[in-house]
């Protein structure tokens, strides 16, 4: 395996080399925590070209160092993360006639590269980002994986120059301004999450998850190389047969057992961070099987009985022979930590769960590890959500499904604390649930937003722009409408803050890679083709991975509901140190600075949370969150204002 690590590059710079290492030595400071081990830079004779590698080893150690460069010199690559199957691609290059000078995965890159050119891509499997630069086209070639798990970011100077990074704060050291983006602002206070290409702050961009960028003679652009690719309506024949159901099952296991064995490879054990729920189970469960030596699980535990899951997460650990660590958190430390949270996130958030992952990696760091095993992805592929479950009994009951109408009942009565969805009273003939619910929740927001911000965005229509973004228009055309929630909340919930801000962010903060197993794509390859009433058989959710895992699980975990990562709601906690620290926040003048929220309102109201139930405390939460985390990211970087 490669190693988890900081990028930086920076292309068609009109500068010394002096000149370039400084900017380069200035970002790659704002990224050890990505890579302590060591930094690594390159520059060609021109100085048109640049980068920098801060590195976290975990395999070959000794010898992969980056840049890594091509026996002729002519290429150099840094890469951030994991290349899979890759004895088995190193051994058929070498057949090719290449020569590899190291161990390291990321060597990998460039034999394919000089094979295959940009269709490299489709060769690479795992969890990766990386910058490659062509001499001899003056080429740079930059991608990121297919789903995502790991960032990278890019801006264009008014000089032309191009920059990227894993982080934006990367791109701030070396000069950029570090400005709000308010248009991106605006989908947050609509629906929560960004679109794809969006971050928080002004110029700056996300290469797309599944994207690559070229930048050659001066100009860029980005081209998608993998798209979800969900089966359009009345194109595939199904089969619903048992024998169906049993193939489908038997290649379920086959492909999750193969993504978890090639996830535990390296010169160091790995961790599994586990709940109570299926999905990290069966991760943990299966490393067990491989592992020689007893296999250490972090989990969570909350002081609220109703979200706490590290009783059970601990049951289950003693089952399979591992050792249970639970990390307390409580609302105090929500708020203490929130800000080191944002910082190096770079991100907002909706729950306490921001801080929760924090101090959840900041555990498994001081244990001394360095790779962790999750179960994200799990839900998106398996339709494991409740609102894609609900998605599915409407379209149920429109086609004279009676039985559906109770499960739709029963649904909506059990799902709003388990899911942390409080479903839209709303028609959701043409929105999908979760979109729905997220409006509901910005329209909940809107009397708290400044009036200036509102009146200077009254044009826009964040919902409208999401739902034609490009990429995501592409990809929902035709496809069944649960297949189209699907692809919306993977393009935007799970690339942009399950992934981005929750997992790579709180994980590289203590210098942990995650590694994603239900996210490998050729497991979702055969996922996506699998008919909904097989994921969704009866209203149940995730029914076809249950039945897979009942080799792995016993009986009663593989049938048991799902339960979110969601921390006990801060809102109204009037007891507690944290809830003073976040009216104290709010009553700041460094909160008063921030252009989004109408501070004294926002304060009055939150004055009188702690009058109010359990229900409307929870639905207030996310706006709670939403307007600390936006202080805590404006102090972090001193966002100036700019619309």
Not at 309 to 318: D, P
Request: hydrophobic letters at 40%.
């Amino acid at each position: 395996m490669a190693s988890m690590c900081g990028l930086v590059a920076l292309y068609n710079a009109s500068m010394t080399l002096n000149g370039m290492r400084e900017k380069l030595t200035q970002a790659l400071a704002t990224l050890t925590h990505r890579g302590p081990n060591e930094q690594g830079y390159w520059f060609n004779e021109k100085a048109e070209i640049g980068l920098g590698h801060a590195r976290l080893a975990i395999v070959d150690v000794t010898n992969g160092q980056q840049p890594l460069a091509s026996a002729d010199g002519l290429v150099q690559v840094i890469v951030n993360g994991e290349f899979y199957d890759y004895q088995s691609l190193r051994n058929t290059l070498i057949q090719r006639g290449h020569i590899f000078r190291t161990r390291s995965d990321s060597e990998l890159l460039i034999h394919l590269y000089e094979e295959h050119d940009v269709d490299c891509l489709e060769h690479l499997r795992g969890e990766f980002a990386f910058v490659l630069w062509d001499q001899r086209r003056a080429r740079l070639f930059a991608a990121r994986d297919r789903f995502g798990i790991k960032p990278l970011v890019f801006t264009q100077t008014q000089k032309n120059e191009l920059m990227i990074a894993s982080e934006a704060k990367a791109l701030f050291a070396m000069g950029i301004k570090a400005n709000w983006n308010h248009h991106a602002f605006q989908h947050v206070a609509s629906h929560q999450y960004l679109s794809p290409a969006q971050t928080l702050f002004s110029g700056v961009h996300m290469l797309r998850p599944g994207h690559y960028l070229l930048a050659e003679k001066g100009g860029w652009h980005d081209t998608s190389y993998w798209q979800l690719n969900y089966p359009k309506i009345n194109t595939n024949s199904i089969n619903t047969t048992e024998r169906s159901q049993k193939k489908y099952i038997e290649q379920i296991r086959f492909l999750l057992d193969e993504s978890v064995r090639e996830r535990i490879q390296g010169e160091f054990p790995v961790a599994c961070y586990l709940s109570s729920g299926i999905d990290s189970s069966a991760i943990a469960a299966l490393v067990s099987r491989y592992s020689h030596t007893p296999l250490t699980c972090f989990g969570i535990s909350f002081d609220e009985q109703a979200y706490d899951e590290s009783q059970l997460a601990a049951n289950f650990a003693s089952e399979i022979g591992a050792n249970f660590q639970p990390v307390a958190v409580t609302i105090d430390s929500i708020i203490e930590s929130l800000h080191q949270a944002v910082y190096y996130a770079e991100g907002l958030c909706i729950n306490g769960q921001l801080s929760a992952k924090f101090l959840l990696s900041k555990a498994a760091n001081a244990q001394g590890f360095k790779s962790v095993l999750v179960g994200e992805g799990a839900d998106e592929l398996f339709c494991g959500y409740s609102h894609l479950q609900r998605d599915y009994l409407l379209a149920q009951i429109k086609h004279g499904n009676n039985r559906a109408e109770k499960q739709l009942i029963a649904l909506e009565a059990n799902t709003k604390l388990q899911n942390g969805i409080m479903f839209s009273n709303q028609s959701t003939a043409d929105i999908p649930t979760a979109l729905a619910a997220k409006i509901e929740t910005g329209l909940r927001m809107r009397p708290f937003l400044h009036p200036d911000f509102l009146h200077d965005n009254r044009k826009r229509d964040p919902v409208h722009e999401l739902l034609n973004e490009a990429s995501i228009a592409v990809e929902c055309m035709g496809r069944d409408p649960v297949n189209q929630a699907t692809i919306l909340w993977i393009r935007t919930a799970l690339a942009g803050y399950i992934l981005k801000t929750l997992g790579d962010g709180t994980e590289m903060a203590h210098a942990i890679e995650g590694r994603v197993p239900y996210l490998d794509h050729k497991l979702f390859e055969l996922v996506r083709n699998i008919p909904l009433q097989h994921k969704l058989q009866g209203g149940v959710a995730k029914h076809i991975l249950r039945e897979s895992l009942t080799s792995i699980l016993p009986k009663a975990l593989c049938q048991r509901p799902k339960r979110p990562l969601l921390a006990p709601p801060i809102a109204g906690k009037r007891e507690s140190i944290g809830w003073t620290m976040a009216l104290d926040l709010v009553h700041s003048d460094s909160f008063r600075s921030q252009p989004f929220w109408q501070t004294d309102c926002l304060a009055g109201w939150m004055s009188k949370l702690h009058k109010l139930s359990e229900a409307e405390r929870r639905k207030a939460d996310p706006i709670v969150m939403l307007a600390l985390s936006t202080h805590e990211l404006q102090t972090a970087f001193s966002l100036s204002d700019s619309a």
